[in-house]
């Protein structure tokens, strides 16, 4: 149905915990695919359904094996794995090493996981710009999602790559997939951390690309990689995960009823959960 691809530039925060609490709570079905070309590690951070570990050697790199005559929902399938609680989850490559063998696999996979009947696919496409054949991938999706921090430092790195992103995508496609961007920050501080984000995209002449917050909550992301529960429900991380699902999700929904438009701008104010003191 839709393919969500989320990074972050250099010094960025982890995705792998975004794209996890994201697809966890995602309003419409989802598969979670490790997509990171730095190696993926969410075979040794959760369990497979049933409580045994999920298998590293199926997925992205045996699904490359099989498909190099051509990629197809049976074969994406078959080496998908589900994580306890039920989430579907396509393993990455253990390792950067092994990304030289699949820079063919990025485009042909991002058209197969747009295709996938009745499941929208959040990608974890990991830290960007030293691989650029996963350019493949986001080039395909339908929506594209930068984190960062609101550090200064990370905030530039944050400015120039929407820069050169918008630039790649324009250059790859003739309908290159919306581009967004999503600020981690203590929840108190959503309005502040957004402001300035804002601020600074707007003085590069950047239009405004923020699509809201995600909460940076360390207990929550310790919680995450266990035995999911009610204690993981309640987090910070998990209530503004599912704040934030359900705006990508109508965004792309919205986007696939009308055509390519350019995002228009969120709430000002900070989420739900924090203004009724939650």
């Not at 991380?237 to 986007?255: M, T």
Request: aromatic share 4%; charged share 20%.
């Amino acid at each position: 149905m839709a393919l969500i691809a989320l990074a972050a530039d250099k010094g960025g925060p982890g995705v792998t915990t975004a794209a996890t609490a994201l697809a966890a709570v995602w309003p419409r079905p989802a598969l979670l695919a490790e997509c990171d070309a730095a190696g993926g590690d969410l075979a040794y951070r959760l369990p497979a359904d049933g409580g045994r570990p999920l298998d590293p050697g199926r997925g992205l790199l045996s699904l490359g094996a099989v498909a190099r005559k051509g990629l197809t929902l049976p074969q994406i399938n078959e080496h998908t794995q589900r994580l306890v609680g039920g989430l579907a989850v396509l393993a990455g490559i253990g390792s950067a090493e092994q990304a030289g063998g699949l820079t063919w696999l990025w485009e042909p996979l991002a058209q197969a996981l747009r295709a996938m009947p009745g499941t929208d696919v959040i990608a974890d496409c990991g830290r960007v710009g030293s691989y650029p054949a996963i350019n493949g991938l986001l080039a395909g999706a339908d929506l594209v999602v930068l984190f960062a921090r609101p550090q200064l430092d990370q905030v530039a790195h944050l400015r120039d790559r929407v820069t050169t992103m918008g630039n790649m995508l324009a250059e790859r496609t003739r309908t290159p997939p919306a581009l967004g961007v999503v600020v981690v920050a203590e929840p108190k501080e959503f309005s502040r951390a957004i402001g300035e984000v804002r601020r600074v995209m707007a003085a590069a002449g950047l239009p405004d690309l923020v699509l809201g917050g995600l909460a940076y909550d360390p207990k929550g992301a310790e919680l995450l990689r266990g035995e999911w529960g009610g204690r993981l429900d309640r987090t910070l991380l998990i209530r503004s995960a599912r704040e934030l699902a359900a705006n990508l999700q109508a965004r792309v929904a919205h986007r696939a009823a009308t055509g390519p438009t350019p995002p228009g701008p969120p709430p000002s104010g900070p989420p739900a959960h924090q203004r009724s003191g939650a």
